[in-house]
């Protein structure tokens, strides 16, 4: 089955300064990537997602890049403010055209802290 | 207001007791998936639903039990066979199969004392 690997697992940064988040992907069918970001006592909320047909994409201060190649995958976020301190899954998936369900396998999670 | 609710927020059981887990969703949606967090883990699928009366079992599947009755609720019963059941529960949902972004419901934490 696919195994994803998220790094680091705790990030700290000045307020201001980018985050980089990595991860990395065992199956090279998986085709579906997408970020998700949880704050404290509250469930998972998907903050930007790539497909395989793409190698980056952007939502304001955050971006997603994908390797195919390397089967990585990194989560980019710009001028970070304290609202961003959270943790942060990437999740890998193959999705089919004949269904079967979005079965998302989780990296273990960064702790991010964004310090004024 | 549409999302997804599970209740309740904190739970706490004897061992050896079963549970269920409530979730409910007015979003509509077709697909519904019930998950495990751990620390240092992440979420590992437990199971999930396409349509209403069918599921399928996912990674760490044994010792629970799911059904799907009715298309806005899927409860997850956590048996007395599950050897680990403290934890932190999440429900999602997705409009159906595909990639389609899952909506997480706030967690139930269990803990078997």
């Known amino acids: 089955g696919e195994n994803v690997e998220q790094h680091p697992s705790t990030l700290s940064v000045q307020e201001g300064d980018s985050a980089v988040i990595k991860c990395t992907y065992s199956?090279?069918?998986?085709?579906?990537f997408p970020w998700y970001k949880q704050e404290l006592g509250k469930g998972p909320q998907l903050i930007i997602d790539?497909?395989?047909?793409?190698g980056e994409k952007k939502d304001q201060r955050i971006a997603v890049t994908l390797n195919k190649t390397a089967k990585h995958f990194s989560l980019h976020i710009t001028e970070t403010q304290p609202e961003d301190s959270a943790v942060y899954f990437c999740?890998?998936?193959?999705?089919?055209?004949?269904?079967?369900?979005?079965?998302?396998?989780f990296g273990t999670g960064t702790q991010l802290k964004v310090e004024l | 207001d549409g999302g997804i609710t599970q209740s309740p927020k904190y739970l706490f059981r004897k061992e050896g007791q079963n549970v269920t887990l409530s979730c409910e969703q007015n979003?509509?949606?077709?697909?519904m998936y019930w998950y495990r967090q751990d620390p240092g883990q992440g979420l590992r699928l437990i199971y999930y639903?396409?349509?209403?009366?069918?599921?399928q079992k996912g990674d760490i599947a044994e010792g629970y039990s799911v059904s799907r009755e009715k298309k806005e609720s899927f409860p997850l019963t956590v048996t007395s066979a599950q050897k680990n059941p403290t934890a932190f529960y999440l429900c999602?949902?997705?409009?159906?199969?595909?990639?389609?972004?899952?909506?997480f419901g706030p967690g139930t934490r269990l803990t078997v004392l």
């Open positions: 199956d090279s069918a998986s085709n579906y």
């Open positions: 979003l509509n949606h077709d697909a």
């Open positions: 790539i497909r395989s047909n793409v």
């Open positions: 999740a890998a998936s193959i999705l089919r055209v004949t269904g079967g369900g979005n079965k998302l396998t």
């Open positions: 999602a949902s997705s409009i159906g199969a595909g990639a389609h972004e899952q909506f």
């Open positions: 639903s396409q349509i209403v009366n069918d599921f």
